[in-house]
């Protein structure tokens, strides 16, 4: 399974952007899809997360409220989006999209190693 991210770019303080994701194919029945990032300097963080088969979506607390986890309407398409609102300068990083192989857990939807495909990676760029 290959991840395609897209989307990130420089905006100023209180900006918006969306990201997106897409998989060249599903990866499973009740695989789940999430946004991390990692800003320089700083380890891999969990953002958001979705399942997909029933579309429940979760989140760091940090963003949640500002951010928004979504896919696609079309079930013939593999497309993850986050919608980002009110951009701060701490959102700074490069953001990656990860997708599991397996049916994972909600208190495993942070830790990195539960995903099984990865992303190349956007950069989103927040100045004050």
């Known amino acids: 399974v290959q991840l395609q991210a897209s989307g990130g770019r420089s905006v100023q303080t209180g900006g918006s952007l969306r990201l997106s994701c897409t998989a060249s194919?599903?990866?499973?029945?009740?695989?789940?899809m999430a946004w991390f990032r990692q800003a320089p300097g700083k380890e891999r963080e969990y953002v958001a997360a979705?399942?997909?088969?029933?579309?429940?979506?979760?989140?760091k607390s940090s963003v949640r409220g500002r951010f928004t986890i979504s896919r696609t309407r079309d079930h013939d398409k593999n497309t993850l989006f986050l919608h980002m609102n009110r951009l701060e300068p701490e959102d700074t990083a490069v953001y990656y999209c990860a997708a599991s192989a397996g049916s994972p857990i909600v208190s495993m939807f942070a830790d990195p190693g539960t995903y099984d495909y990865w992303g190349q990676g956007t950069l989103v760029t927040v100045s004050s």
């Open positions: 194919r599903r990866t499973g029945n009740n695989y789940v």
């Open positions: 979705l399942r997909w088969s029933n579309g429940g979506t979760y989140y």
